[in-house]
């Protein structure tokens, strides 16, 4: 059975850091382009980055650019997202996903096949 879980939110104030994880199961993920997107209530659920399978190019929203980081460990089936002078508005549902069989970094959810169960963060201000 494939997987992802994802880990790593929690409460944090406005400037802190957060790193969140996302663990891939039931298969090897070396082979896909991986991203992260992430649903405040209401809202409609938004790219936050994506990054390539080898991990040599990686995307990001302009909302979270220089300020969050995407990265992937393929030996360990694991991409990581973290996440720096964290905003109010970044509170939030994260999600990873895995696009499979995707060489390039996807930036729409649509063309992501798994998804993981997500993981709360929330910004106090």
């Known amino acids: 059975q494939v997987q992802l879980v994802e880990s790593g939110g929690g409460l944090v104030q406005a400037g802190g850091s957060l790193r969140l994880s996302c663990a891939a199961s039931?298969?090897?993920?070396?082979?896909?382009?991986m991203g992260w997107f992430r649903q405040a209530p209401g809202k409609k659920r938004e790219f936050v980055a994506t990054?390539?399978?080898?991990?040599?190019?990686?995307y990001y929203a302009d909302s979270v650019k220089g300020r969050f980081t995407i990265s992937r460990d393929n030996a360990k089936d694991t991409v990581y997202l973290q996440m720096g002078s964290l905003k109010p508005e970044d509170t939030a549902v994260y999600y990873c996903?895995?696009?499979?069989?995707?060489?390039?970094?996807?930036?729409?959810?649509?063309?992501?096949?798994?998804w993981g169960q997500g993981t709360q963060v929330t910004v106090s201000s």
């Open positions: 990054i390539n399978r080898s991990g040599s190019n990686t």
């Open positions: 039931g298969r090897t993920f070396s082979t896909d382009a």
């Open positions: 996903a895995a696009a499979l069989y995707r060489e390039h970094a996807l930036t729409h959810a649509g063309e992501y096949d798994y």
